[in-house]
C-alpha cells in the first residue's frame, strides 16, 4: 500500500496513511478473534482490515480528504466490489455466487459506516454503476495490495473456506453463518473506530486506556468474592442450605463443559451470588473474556450492579441501560463517571456488564454499526440470564436461534436462572396448530443445582392459595384494608389506578397505600420502592398497589399477596415478594382473584390467564406451599400451546431461511423487525423533581441537549399510547418543547397538572385501559 494513500487527517495538518490505518486495524482485528477463541479466524480479520479502506485509494477521496474538493466520495461499497474480484470465484454451475469469504468480506466492508445490508442492497450497490467506477479507479495505485491478497489466497485460502463452512454449519440442518458475519463486523467496525479515534483525538484514547488498563483479573474478583462471602453466617439451617448452593456452584463451575445450564434456587437462597460464583469459576475453566448478566427491567439492574459495585469495585462494573444515573457526587465526578461508562459502553471492554435484554437482544439483531461494536465482547464470554421466563413470547424463536449461535459459534457459556424456567429445549409444535414455528435449543439445559428436597423445603415460607376468588374492585379494596401490610399485583396501569383510589375511599391514609405503575416515570418509581423497603424496614405498616413490574426481582418482603388471575410463573413471581426472608412466625399467603370489574387482559396475560385455569381444573390440589417444577413444565405446555407464532416477524425468513444457505440474508430488514419493546406511539417528559428543572433549563435554552443531558432526562420519560396522548392533548396538559433552536429539536412535555405524586401520568378519563407491558 503506497504510503502516498492517505486515510485521515487531522488539524494542524497531521496525516494517517492508508498504510498505516490498516496496520492498525489488523492488529485489533486479530487480536479480538483470539480473545473470541477463534484465532483461525484472525488471518481472515487481518484481510477484512487490509480491504476496508481499500476505495479510499480512489483519486476523488483523495482529493477531498485534503481539502481540495468538496464533493464527497463513498469508499465503502468500492472496497467491498474490489474484494470480491480479488478473490476467487466458484466455477460456473457452483450453487454459491461467490465463496464464504467473498460474501462475508462484502457484507461487512460495504457496510462499516452506514450498517449492513439487506442481500439485494447489496447486489445492488456493488452492481451500481458508480461504484464499478470507483473501484476501477483506486485499483490504479493497489496493484502492491492486489499481490497480498494473491498470496493471502494461497497460504489461507482454501482452509479457510471451509472452516467457515464447518463452523456455520455446527448446528444440525440450521445455518448460523449470519452471525459468523455479524461478528467478524463487529470485530472490524470496532477495530475501525478505535484505530481512528487513537489518531484523530489523542485525548479520547488516553481517558480509555486509562478506564481499562487498571482492571484486576478474573482470578482477583473471585477472590473479592470469596473473602466477601467468609463473613457470611453458617449458622442454622437456612443459612446452611445457602452454603450447601454456593458449595454446588463453585465445584460444577470448575468442572462443566460449554453448554446451557440452569439455576433454580427458593427465594432467600441466594442466587445472585451463587450464580456470580459460578460464572468466575467457569469464566477462569475456560479462559472467558467477561461476565454479561441480562437483566428484564432497570430496577432490578441498578439492585444487581449496585451488589457487585460493592464486592469488586466500582471500576469492574458496567451498567449499560437507558436509565442508569449518575447523581451523589460532585459535579465533575459525575461527569467522569458518564464519560467513562460512555466509552465502555460502545464496546463492553469491561470484567462484568450488567445490561437489559433490550440492549442484549437487540445489538445482535441490529444492522447498525454503533450496536454491533460490542458484538465481539460477546464471543467467549459467561453470559448469565435472569428472569428469563420474561422473555417475549412473539420474539421466542429468533432469540433461542440466536442463543444457538452465541453457544455454536460464539463459544458463549450460558447460564439461565428463573424460579419458574421454561422448557426451551423441549419440542413445542404441535399437529393442531396452524403455525409450527418454535425453536427448540440444539442442547439439553442441565441443572448446576439438582432440586433436593431436604435443603429446598427450610425455604417453604409461603402458603399458595390458587383457587381463585372473584372481587369487585370495592370489595378487594375492603379485603386489602383488613391487612397492615399486603402486595396486590394487578394486570393493568387502569386496574392499579382504580384500587389505589378505592383503597382511599375506604379510609386508608395516602401516605399508607403506595401505587407503582409505568405510568411513573423511573426516577419515581425508584424513590417509591426505597419508600417501601424503608417503611418495612420500620414495620410501618404499607399496602403496595402495582402492576407486574414488581415480580421480576425487586426484593421487598409482604406478609400477604394478592394476585390477579394471570401466567402460573407470574404467580409464582408475585409470591417472591411474600415472606421473602422467611423471618415471619407463620408462612406468607398468595391469594390469586379475578377482578370483575377490571380491564380486558391483554394478549399474552390472557393467554397464560387460559393456561393456568385449565392447569387448576386438571389438578385435585389446589393449595401448595411451593409450586412442584412439574406443573410449572405442564403450565408451559398448555401456554405455548396457545401460542399463535414464536417469530410474529418472520425474522427466520431474514436470517435463517433455507435461502440464506446461499449467505444471502437480510440483515436490515431483520433489524427493523426486532423490536422487544414495540414502537411506542409516544414518549413524553414529565415535571417530576429533577426533570420539572431540566425541563424548564432546556425550555429557557440554559442547558444543552447533549448526550450527558438526555441520559439523565431519560429518568423522567413515560411511554404512553396512541389513546392516552388523544387523552392528554384534549385535556390541553401536553406541549411541544423546542430544545435546540438550531435544529428545530423539540421534546413532548406533560403538564404539571398532568402528573400526580401518587399515580403518575393521569388524563381526565380514569378508565381508560391499557394493556400492561412491564
Not at 426505597?530 to 426481582?553: F, H, M
Not at 418472520?650 to 449467505?663: A, Q
Request: with cysteine; charged share 25%; aromatic share 8%.
Amino acid at each position: 500500500m503506497p504510503d502516498s494513500i492517505i486515510a485521515h487527517t487531522r488539524e494542524g495538518g497531521s496525516i494517517q496513511s492508508l498504510s498505516e490505518h490498516i496496520e492498525g486495524v489488523a492488529q485489533h482485528c486479530a487480536q479480538f478473534l483470539e480473545q473470541a477463541g477463534l484465532p483461525e479466524l484472525a488471518p481472515l480479520g487481518r484481510l477484512l482490515a487490509q480491504l476496508h479502506d481499500a476505495g479510499k485509494a480512489q483519486p476523488a477521496f483523495q482529493r477531498y480528504i485534503l481539502g481540495e474538493s468538496t464533493a464527497k466520495a463513498p469508499h465503502s461499497a468500492a472496497g467491498a466490489l474490489l474484494a470480491t474480484k480479488l478473490l476467487p470465484s466458484h466455477p460456473k454451475g457452483h450453487p454459491l455466487k461467490r465463496t464464504r469469504i467473498a460474501q462475508l468480506l462484502a457484507y461487512a466492508i460495504s457496510g462499516h459506516h452506514r450498517g449492513l445490508y439487506d442481500y439485494g442492497g447489496l447486489e445492488g450497490k456493488l452492481e451500481d454503476r458508480e461504484t464499478k467506477d470507483r473501484c476501477k479507479k483506486a485499483e490504479e495505485d493497489l496493484s502492491e495490495l492486489m499481490t497480498e491478497v494473491q498470496n493471502w489466497v494461497k497460504e489461507h485460502g482454501t482452509k479457510t473456506e471451509a472452516y467457515l463452512g464447518k463452523l456455520a454449519s455446527r448446528v444440525e440442518e440450521e445455518e448460523q453463518a449470519q452471525a459468523l458475519i455479524r461478528l467478524l463486523f463487529s470485530c472490524l467496525v470496532d477495530a475501525d473506530f478505535l484505530d481512528t479515534e487513537a489518531f484523530m483525538d489523542e485525548e479520547r484514547k488516553e481517558r480509555r486506556q486509562e478506564a481499562t488498563n487498571g482492571y484486576a483479573s478474573l482470578e482477583v474478583l473471585r477472590d473479592r468474592l470469596t473473602k466477601h462471602m467468609e463473613g457470611f453466617s453458617k449458622e442454622g439451617a437456612i443459612n446452611e442450605a445457602r452454603s450447601a448452593f454456593l458449595n454446588r456452584c463453585r465445584s460444577h463451575g470448575r468442572t462443566c463443559p460449554k453448554g446451557y445450564y440452569s439455576l433454580f434456587l427458593p427465594t432467600g437462597g441466594g442466587k445472585t451470588l451463587s450464580s456470580m460464583a459460578w460464572a468466575l469459576e467457569t469464566a477462569l475453566k475456560h479462559d472467558a473474556q467477561r461476565i454479561i448478566y441480562v437483566i428484564p427491567y432497570t430496577s432490578i439492574i441498578t439492585q444487581t450492579a449496585g451488589i457487585f459495585r460493592e464486592i469488586f469495585g466500582e471500576e469492574h462494573i458496567l451498567e449499560h441501560h437507558s436509565d442508569i444515573s449518575f447523581a451523589g457526587g460532585e459535579a465533575t465526578q459525575e461527569a467522569e463517571r458518564y464519560e467513562r461508562t460512555r466509552l465502555l459502553a460502545e464496546n463492553w471492554d469491561a470484567p462484568i456488564i450488567v445490561t437489559t435484554n433490550v440492549q442484549f437482544f437487540e445489538s445482535l439483531f441490529s444492522h447498525k454499526v454503533s450496536r454491533n461494536r460490542k458484538v465481539h465482547s460477546i464471543a467467549n464470554s459467561v453470559v448469565v440470564f435472569d428472569e428469563v421466563q420474561m422473555f417475549p413470547t412473539e420474539f421466542l424463536s429468533p432469540m433461542l436461534r440466536l442463543l444457538d449461535d452465541l453457544k455454536h459459534i460464539y463459544g458463549t457459556q450460558l447460564l439461565f436462572c428463573s424460579a419458574t424456567l421454561p422448557p426451551f429445549d423441549k419440542d413445542h409444535s404441535s399437529p393442531f396448530k396452524k403455525v409450527n414455528d418454535y425453536h427448540q435449543l440444539s442442547d439439553a439445559i442441565q441443572p448446576i443445582v439438582p432440586e433436593d428436597p431436604k435443603l429446598f423445603k427450610v425455604f417453604d415460607r409461603v402458603i399458595y392459595h390458587l383457587e381463585e376468588k372473584t372481587y369487585a374492585t370495592e370489595e378487594l379494596a375492603q379485603a386489602l384494608g383488613q391487612h397492615a401490610s399486603a402486595l396486590c399485583v394487578v394486570n393493568s396501569r387502569r386496574d392499579a389506578s382504580q384500587l389505589y383510589r378505592a383503597l382511599l375511599e375506604t379510609g386508608k391514609e395516602a401516605q399508607d397505600v403506595i401505587h407503582l405503575s409505568r405510568n411513573m416515570c423511573s426516577a419515581h418509581l425508584k424513590e417509591r420502592i426505597a419508600e417501601i423497603r424503608q417503611r418495612l424496614k420500620e414495620d410501618i405498616p404499607t399496602i403496595v398497589i402495582s402492576t407486574q413490574l414488581i415480580e421480576a426481582g425487586v426484593d421487598i418482603d409482604l406478609p400477604i399477596v394478592y394476585r390477579a388471575m394471570s401466567g402460573l410463573d407470574s404467580i409464582v413471581q408475585a409470591g417472591g415478594r411474600c415472606n421473602r426472608e422467611g423471618k415471619r412466625p407463620v408462612p406468607g399467603e398468595v391469594y390469586v382473584f379475578f377482578l370483575s370489574d377490571g380491564g380486558k387482559a391483554a394478549k399474552a396475560i390472557a393467554q397464560g390467564q387460559d393456561a393456568t385455569r385449565y392447569l387448576l381444573d386438571n389438578t385435585e390440589a389446589q393449595t401448595y406451599t411451593s409450586i412442584p417444577l412439574e406443573l410449572i413444565e405442564a403450565y408451559y405446555r398448555r401456554y405455548y400451546s396457545s401460542v399463535g407464532s414464536f417469530d410474529e416477524q418472520n425474522i427466520k425468513k431474514d436470517l435463517y431461511s433455507e435461502e440464506c444457505d446461499d449467505w444471502e440474508f437480510d440483515f436490515e430488514k431483520a433489524s427493523v423487525k426486532f423490536k422487544l419493546i414495540e414502537d411506542i406511539d409516544c414518549d413524553l417528559f414529565v415535571p417530576y423533581a429533577r426533570g420539572k428543572d431540566l425541563i424548564e433549563e432546556l425550555q429557557r435554552q440554559a442547558l444543552r441537549l447533549d448526550r450527558q443531558t438526555m441520559r439523565e432526562l431519560q429518568q423522567y420519560h413515560v411511554s404512553i399510547s396512541k389513546e392516552r396522548y388523544k387523552e392528554l392533548q384534549a385535556a390541553r396538559l401536553l406541549s411541544e418543547v423546542v430544545v435546540n433552536r438550531d435544529t428545530k429539536q423539540m421534546i413532548l412535555v406533560l403538564a404539571p397538572q398532568g402528573y400526580d405524586e401518587a399515580l403518575g401520568v393521569c388524563t381526565t378519563n380514569p378508565l381508560l385501559d391499557e394493556p400492561l407491558f412491564g
